[in-house]
């Protein structure tokens, strides 16, 4: 059918796991292999308090305590970016859904434009492991990422491309850290049962290379897109 094809033909993917699991840097893969319209809700929300936007102030109390920001606020900006031009033909969703009211929203929105998930990519890795990924992470100002011992840059403390000093971004303190992790746990993973049910769910094991994890999901892609055709 040729309205079930101008669906499927669509790559909608969202990227699930807890904060530091690596869907960053798999988002930037993906980017590189399909022409996808990479979706984070907190780069947009990191965005927002920059520019000192309401939204923006009214999530930064929320973002520096690791705490969710409330739905109403979040859902909004997601569903309207999904639309934007550069995302019609398929999207990559860091950081959202976090929620099942988000999960529900945008599973409404999708339906009502005719739209589907592809797929949902779980990147798991214990919470040890996370917290030793994220307390050791450092940004550029141009929000390049770096990583003190496992991705050091060539000068300490300074970004290789354009030589700005390094910093530890607010909600990457261990305090915050576990906070973020207990909410992941909480509020978030409830959204793996969920896209089982919906037999959208792939799992992917995070503590693994980067160069790994994204042959595996490739390998998934690849596997999804085939049964699609026949
Ligand atoms: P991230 O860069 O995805 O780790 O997001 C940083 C922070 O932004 C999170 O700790 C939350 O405070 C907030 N945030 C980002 N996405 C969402 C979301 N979908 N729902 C609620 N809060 C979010």
């Known amino acids: 059918m040729a ?7 669509e790559l909608n993917l969202i990227l699930l796991g807890p904060p530091g699991a690596g869907k960053g840097t798999q988002a930037d893969r993906l980017r590189d292999d399909f022409p996808l319209a990479y979706i984070a809700t ?3 929300l990191r965005e927002a308090r920059t520019e000192g936007t309401d939204l923006g102030l009214k999530a930064q109390t929320y973002m520096e305590a690791g ?10 900006i997601a569903v309207e970016r999904i639309q934007a031009d550069d995302a019609r033909d398929g999207f990559l969703l860091d950081g959202f859904p976090r929620t099942v009211p988000q999960a529900d929203a945008l599973g409404e929105e999708m339906e009502k434009l005719g739209r589907g998930i592809t797929a949902v990519l779980l ?5 040890d492991e996370i917290i030793k990924r994220i307390s050791g992470r ?11 011992d496992y991705d050091p840059p060539k000068h300490a403390g300074r970004c290789d491309v354009d030589g700005t ?6 909600d990457d303190k261990p305090e915050v850290v576990t906070a973020r992790l207990s909410k992941y746990h909480e509020a978030t993973s409830p959204l793996i049962d969920y896209y089982e049910d919906q037999g959208l769910l792939r799992r ?23 049964e699609d055709e026949l």
């Open 3 to 9: 309205f079930r094809h101008v669906m499927s033909s």
């Open 42 to 44: 907190g780069d947009m």
């Open 204 to 226: 992917f094991d995070g503590s693994r290379s980067p160069v790994e994890v994204h042959d595996h999901i490739r390998a998934t892609l690849a596997t999804l897109r085939l």
């Open 138 to 148: 450092r940004v550029s100002k141009a929000g390049r990422t770096y990583h003190v």
């Open 67 to 76: 705490d969710l920001v409330p739905d109403e606020l979040v859902i909004g």
């Open 165 to 170: 000093q390094l910093v530890q971004r607010e």
């Open 123 to 127: 990147v798991e890795v214990a919470d």
